[in-house]
């Protein structure tokens, strides 16, 4: 098993594509193995540091995420959403795995589900940046996360706002693991007004100039608020 690795899960061609330029992008910082689980394997002949890992899609993209997650070939892994740009080093994310299992950042568009029974002050994560070591302990949360959305998704107890997210919420609170709450800098949500300290190290929603919005957003230093850009 290898050590370190950043981890894609694509259905369709625009979104193997998506994911193949988020990894183009990380590469240029990262030296670890880019893995893209996808419905179909790009004809193109694989690039260093990408590999490209078919899998049967379910036809619900959000399980297959799950599911995808799960099968990770690495003992610490960084899950990252296809419409993301990759800014910088990310060697500080999987730090954080020598003491939390799992890390994550706060749900920006936060829109309670009628979830029940956790405190209310226990927030929504996005799922769209995700670290997390491969133990039995996350194996169970995972195995969890997906029970749930299925079962949600088949007979939804709610109106289901964030996707995955209600389950992911739910399946974590009702596990054991350690879990660390991620900063913007390291999601920062495109779509929504945010506020950054540091220099934004993963921009995560849709943009046709991702270098001109990175130059935009990290110009300077020290706390500084955006309006939403819109997503394109």
């Known amino acids: 098993m290898a050590h370190r690795g950043i981890l894609y899960s694509a259905t369709g061609k625009p979104f193997i594509a998506e994911a193949t330029a988020s990894a ?40 297959d995420k799950i599911r995808n997650i ?8 960084l899950f990252i959403d296809t419409d993301t740009y990759i800014t910088a080093n990310l060697d500080d994310l999987f730090d954080l795995l020598q003491r939390f299992d799992i890390a994550a950042a706060h749900a920006p568009g936060y829109t309670k589900c009628d979830d029940r029974g956790q405190s209310e002050a226990f927030h929504d994560f996005n799922t769209g940046v995700i670290a997390y070591r491969s133990t039995p302990a996350v194996g169970k949360f995972l195995s969890s996360w997906d029970k749930l959305h299925t079962q ?24 054991q693991l350690t879990f660390y709450t991620l900063s913007p800098e390291y999601n920062y949500r495109t779509i929504f ?40």
């Open 24 to 63: 183009n992008s990380s590469l240029r910082y990262n030296n670890v193995l880019h893995q893209i689980f996808c419905d179909s394997v790009p004809d193109a002949p694989p690039q260093a540091g990408i590999e490209f890992v078919p899998f049967e899609p379910s036809g619900n993209p959000y399980l």
């Open 70 to 77: 799960g099968r990770s070939p690495f003992e610490e892994t």
């Open 152 to 175: 949600w998704s088949a007979n939804p107890p709610f109106y289901l706002k964030g996707v995955d997210q209600p389950a992911f919420r739910r399946a974590l609170w009702d596990s």
């Open 193 to 232: 007004p945010g506020r950054l300290v540091g220099a934004a190290k993963i921009l995560h929603g849709r943009n046709t100039n991702y270098p001109k919005l990175e130059t935009h957003l990290n110009a300077a230093k020290g706390p500084r608020t955006f309006p939403r850009f819109a997503q394109n």
